[in-house]
């Protein structure tokens, strides 16, 4: 780690050694050639941050993982200042030099575009380097403690009598069981124990969104703080309005579902703690070998090479999949360089769902592997098209588990998990987002505070299931443990765009199979290197109009059709 340190620094330093060539206008090689060096910088600092990351996600109570994760915060943040001189230049360039400059960028010029984006937002140089190192003690060191804190958090539950304490992630294992008491027992406990760390988290949240306004809104003038997410996805404001609008409006459809799923679970009306309850009293666990060979088996018919790309994140032996305390309780993929094998951490029980989420990860490394042949600086998708892969692979399990030979109870039970997993991935983002600006604009304002933060979570909460679910009053307090809130504002967004566009690339797969990959290839083969306004407009998809975030929910209907009584 030392020498990998010492390797960024020495980088950094000769990088800004080049600084004088920027005097005048340089020529197309001389260019090209600062890209190449900022290019390996970018891959030493990915490295060390990789492992940084990940050692600090297998055990957040370990202190010197937590040690490593702020030393290597702060040298990124000093490295990058030593270059920021670049980019600084780049978005300050006159119209006819970048002109000029950009088609001699080649594979670096979405890189450079994506600078440009930036200009109207930029600080003087001295500003900028004072918000990176201030960022390392200030809302880094903020979203760390939530972490280290909300990570560290145990749960009591009771079996064969006795009690014991589980992570958040075994805990919420209970939310889909069959026993609506053991449902009900595992909710209340994690709203009583994030309730009791109300005043931290609370205070914690509104520092960060303090932050946020202060840097972005205040400073860099940013129309709105959403606007800053928007511009980092190179998408316009109306377009993520669009979506956002489009999800509110289709609310009914799982109002709907929610009613159909109380009547086949013979309640009068569903609660929240109901919302993931199994359509069937199954008990049916997926031991982790067979779960694996599932989801292989599921990629494998559809594409051997991306079945390959999956099967590489074991052979590798970059899957965490055991449930401990202290490590990260939920899950993700982490592509730190092309050429490495994603790391992919899953909290495994058992459940068809962690059978889900296993393949929703894989899809995501799957992703990472189809966009290796970029430049580390364009590697990675940009959040709208992040969850592609991912999602694709969830569906593409559903499909095959629904042509197996089911009977009607488990068929409906599959079904329903689906819709369940749709349900958290389109409108439970989108109205997260909804709360988000609402609760931005109160602190804003000087007029919020923890408890007021969780009326209007309460009021968002009452506007998103419109009676066809009771919500207990504890509910309010959920806001507390949504990690993407604190770790990276108006995120969530970028789930809801996603699950609809799969919802959409699936609707064409089923009509051309034949001729669907190499258009689906295509569009995770660009990673970063692209807008996704462009990819999806190559793919005849045009994510301005209504109709098209419509289409994923005329998809999504003919599933709730399905599971209706008679369907």
């Known amino acids: 780690m030392d020498a990998a340190v010492d390797e960024v620094k020495e980088l950094a330093s000769e990088f800004a050694g080049r600084r004088s060539e920027l005097s005048s206008l340089p020529s197309a090689e001389a260019l090209r050639g600062l890209l190449a060096d900022r290019e390996r910088l970018e891959r030493a600092q990915r490295r060390v941050d990789g492992y940084a990351a990940l050692h600090f996600a297998e055990d957040t109570g370990n202190q010197s993982a937590a040690s490593l994760r702020v030393r290597i915060e702060r040298l990124l943040a000093e490295s990058r200042n030593e270059v920021l001189f670049f980019e600084l230049w780049w978005k300050g360039l006159a119209n006819d030099a970048v002109a000029e400059l950009l088609p001699c960028a080649g594979e670096f010029a979405y890189y450079l575009e994506t600078l440009r984006r930036e200009r109207p937002y930029v600080l003087s140089e001295p500003e900028e380097k004072l918000v990176r190192l201030k960022n390392v003690t200030g809302i880094h060191a903020l979203q760390t ?69 202060t840097e972005h809104v205040a400073l860099r003038k940013y129309s709105s703080p959403i606007a800053r997410r928007n511009v980092a996805n190179d998408l316009p404001d109306d377009v ?133 042949a970029h430049p580390a600086l364009v590697y990675e998708p940009s959040l709208p098209l992040a969850e592609t892969a991912s999602v694709f692979t969830e569906i593409l399990l559903l499909e095959r588990l629904l042509a197996s030979d089911l009977d009607a109870v488990t068929r409906r039970e599959i079904l329903g ?4 997993g749709v349900y958290a991935t389109v409108l439970r983002q989108a109205y997260f987002v909804r709360f988000e600006k609402e609760a931005h604009e109160m ?67 089923q009509q051309d ?29 045009e994510i301005t109009e209504r109709a098209f975030w419509q289409g994923g929910f005329d998809v999504l209907r003919e599933f709730v059709e399905q599971i209706e009584p008679g369907g």
């Not at 992570?167 to 939310?175: D, K, N, P, S, Y």
């Not at 998990?417 to 369940?420: G, N």
């Not at 001729?515 to 998809?541: D, K, N, Q, T, V």
């Open 443 to 509: 602190i804003l304002t000087g007029g919020a505070t923890t408890d007021s933060l969780a009326q209007a979570y309460a009021a968002n909460l009452d506007e998103q299931f419109a009676h066809s679910v009771e919500i207990d009053d504890a509910f309010r307090w959920e806001w507390l443990g949504i990690p993407h809130i604190y770790v990276a504002p108006f995120y969530c967004y970028a789930y809801s765009f996603g699950q609809l566009l799969v919802l959409a690339l699936y609707r064409a797969y």
């Open 240 to 372: 993520v309005d669009l979506v956002l609008d489009v999800c509110r409006d289709n609310a009914g459809l799982f109002q709907k579902y929610f009613r159909t799923k109380a009547k086949l679970l013979g309640l009068p009306r569903l609660r929240r703690t109901d919302l993931y309850a199994p359509l069937a009293e199954s008990t049916t666990r997926y031991a982790f070998p067979d779960a694996v060979e599932l989801v292989l088996d599921t990629l494998s018919a559809f594409s051997s090479e991306m079945a390959g790309m999956a099967e590489a994140v074991l052979a590798d032996g970059h899957l965490d999949a055991e449930p401990r305390v202290g490590k990260d309780s939920g899950a993700f993929c982490y592509g730190v360089l092309p050429e490495l094998t994603p790391w992919v951490l899953v909290n495994y029980v058992g459940r068809l769902d962690d059978v889900s989420t296993l393949a929703h990860e894989l899809g995501h490394a799957i992703h990472a592997q189809m966009g290796r």
């Open 513 to 541: 199979r034949e001729s669907f990959l190499p258009h689906y290839a295509r569009i995770l083969a660009y990673g970063g290197s692209l807008g996704p306004g462009p990819i999806l407009r190559e793919a005849g998809m």
């Open 417 to 420: 998990q689906f819709i369940d």
């Open 145 to 213: 403690l939530y972490e280290m804190h909300s990570y560290g958090l145990r749960f009591s539950i009771e079996e064969g009598g006795e009690q014991r304490q589980v992570t958040r992630g075994e805990l919420m294992a209970r939310a889909s069981d069959p026993s609506a008491d053991v449902r009900a027992s595992a909710y209340r406990e994690l709203l009583r124990v994030y309730a009791e760390s109300k005043s931290i988290l609370g205070q914690i949240y509104q520092f960060v969104a303090q932050d946020w306004q």
